[in-house]
């Protein structure tokens, strides 16, 4: 892939939020999920690439745009797999929440798990865990080993866990262990992200979310050092079929190689409410000012974007030539 990609996708993760975060508190999740992805669409059209979408919003019956199987980009340029999620917490955003972010990863062709849309458990953390989590063992066992590696004791440990009822026997046992725990709403791409960033005060993720979801954390884990280990939880027979038919193995622990594979993948985010790594939109008078991070796994580059976006000379959030 070529280097000046990276600075590009931001600008589709900036149009994404920028546009969804009109409906902040508004009640309105599918209205704000609706923009992000007309946004994001426009704006990969003006992309120099050859982009097909693995991971998107349903397949082509489902969804008017970003669906799996659709061409993105201007055709020319490097030929790379795309995973979307325009509104990675069209609950956050409705409700005026914490941590809603608009999200996207890119590879090398043929390098992205095809992720079926279902639920994956999941275990994640940042640089210094490596190598020392294991999805098979206990919370327990997890904990004192991210404990061991970051030199601190379990009681100054912070996980952070979906706040579901399946995940009841997890916060359960967090407690009993006595780590400190933070209780998510929704957002599991940004919970992943956040383990990798001591600011974050996050040190390990436990419970199952979205598996497209684990896709794109583990590009953003990839490209930070870090570490996520996943397992798919079909709920239907249909839901193992379709594994099935995509020769995805339900048994198999999937690694960081099973997820994204190759030593090349870039990851865009842009906030578009207040989360503990990105600051969400603010809009002043005639701008737009958005707070981004983008990275790429063959360089280990990370860069924090500040954006300050003119909304009377790019209404649209894109301009073409």
Excluded at 62 to 82: C, F, H, N, S, W
Excluded at 214 to 243: D, Y
């Amino acid at each position: 892939m070529e280097r000046s990609l990276s600075m590009e996708l931001v600008r589709v993760t900036e149009a994404a939020a920028l546009a969804s975060a009109r409906w902040m508190g508004r009640g309105c999740k599918e209205e704000a999920d609706d923009a992000a992805t007309s946004a994001m669409r426009d704006v990969f059209d003006t992309i120099p690439m050859k982009g097909t979408v693995v991971i998107g919003e349903g397949e082509m019956d489902e969804a008017p745009m970003l669906y799996i199987g659709e061409k993105l980009g201007t055709g020319y340029g490097p030929r790379v797999d795309v995973a979307v999620d325009p509104l990675e917490g069209t609950n956050i955003v409705a409700s005026g929440g914490w941590n809603a972010l608009a999200v996207l990863a890119v590879a090398d062709h043929g390098q992205l798990l095809h992720a079926p849309d279902m639920y994956m458990d999941k275990i994640a953390v940042g640089p210094e865990a490596v190598g020392k989590i294991d999805i098979n063992r206990s919370v327990t066992e997890n904990l004192k080993a991210v404990a061991r590696s970051k030199n601190k004791d379990v009681e100054d440990v912070v996980a952070t866990v979906l706040n579901r009822k399946r995940h009841e026997h997890i916060i359960a046992e967090l407690r009993e262990a006595g780590a400190r725990i933070k209780l998510i709403e929704d957002g599991d791409v940004a919970g992943a992200i956040n383990t990798a960033f001591d600011h974050t005060g996050v040190d390990i993720l436990f419970g199952s979310g979205g598996a497209p979801e684990g896709v794109l954390a583990a590009v953003a884990l990839k490209c930070l050092g870090g570490e996520i280990q996943g397992r798919l939880l079909p709920q239907t027979e249909e839901e193992r079929t379709r594994c099935g038919k995509m020769g995805v193995d339900v048994t198999k622990v999937l690694l960081m190689e099973d997820l994204v594979r190759g030593d090349d993948a870039i990851f865009a985010a842009t906030g578009v409410t207040d989360g503990e790594l990105l600051k969400g939109v603010q809009f002043k008078g005639t701008y737009g000012a958005t707070h981004s991070v983008v990275m790429r796994a063959k360089s280990g580059t990370v860069r924090f974007v500040d954006g300050r976006h003119s909304l009377q000379k790019k209404p649209n959030l894109v301009m073409r030539g």
